[in-house]
Every structure is written in C-alpha cells, then in structure tokens.
C-alpha cells in the first residue's frame, strides 16, 4: 500500500466509494456489511464536514476583525489589506470545499436509503 505523507485526496476517496457503492446498488447486490461500511463512511464524512464547517467559520470571524481593521483603522497601512484579500482567496476555497463535502454527504444519505430498500 502506497504511504500517502499529506494525507488522502478525499475527493478521490469519495469518488472511490460511491463508485463501489453505486454499482452494488445498480446490480442489487447490496449486503448488509455493505450497508455497515457505507454507514461508517457516512460518519466519517459528517466529521470532516463538521471540522470544515468550525474552521471555515472562525476564518470568517478572522476576516471579519481584518476587514474592520481595514476600513477603520487606514493608519495600519496596507498589510491589514493584504491579509484581507489573502483570507478572501483561502475563504473561497473553504466555501468550495466545503460544498464538495456537504453535497456528497446528501447524496450518500439517498444512496443508504436506497440501499436499505434492495437489502431490507
């Protein structure tokens, strides 16, 4: 097995599972250790999502105190600026990550309706 030093893609990861999951339910060969992993996965998914949703918060939070620093206080310079625009980008990047993770996350819920449908 590969030793990934950065962590997982985990859009790959995603991709990965609802492949597999997916074609199990088009051929209706859903197990109930299927529907077991597939839960697990679930929660793991809900955890990154509530992490990404902590962090993008306090990022804002963050922007938020910038941007004030920003407009009222001019005589910082434009460094306060700067890390405006920089946690703007960062922000933009949470935002759609954190779609990517929200999403996928309802879409499993349909798949594990689904497939408790077929198994049960």
């Known amino acids: ?16 599972h609802e492949r597999m999951v997916t074609a199990a339910v ?3 060969r859903v197990t109930p250790e299927l ?9 793991i998914l809900q955890h990154e999502r509530l992490v990404h949703l902590i962090v993008t918060v306090m990022v804002v939070f963050v922007e938020l105190f910038v941007t004030d620093l920003v ?10 600026a700067l890390v405006m625009l920089g946690l703007a ?14 999403n996928t996350v309802q879409r ?13």
């Not at 529907?35 to 929660?43: D, G, K, P, Y």
């Not at 499993?108 to 449908?117: F, H, K, T």
Request: net charge negative; glycine share 4%.
């Open 35 to 43: 529907i077991a992993l597939h839960t697990e996965r679930i929660h």
């Open 89 to 102: 980008v960062l922000l933009g990047f949470y935002f759609y990550h954190y779609f990517f993770l929200e």
């Open 71 to 80: 407009l009222l206080h001019e005589e910082l310079g434009i460094y306060p």
């Open 1 to 16: 097995m590969k030793k990934d030093t950065f962590g997982i893609n985990m859009k790959q990861y995603c991709r990965d």
């Open 108 to 120: 499993w819920y349909a798949l594990l309706d689904e497939m408790r449908r077929i198994c049960l």
């Open 26 to 28: 088009d051929e209706k």
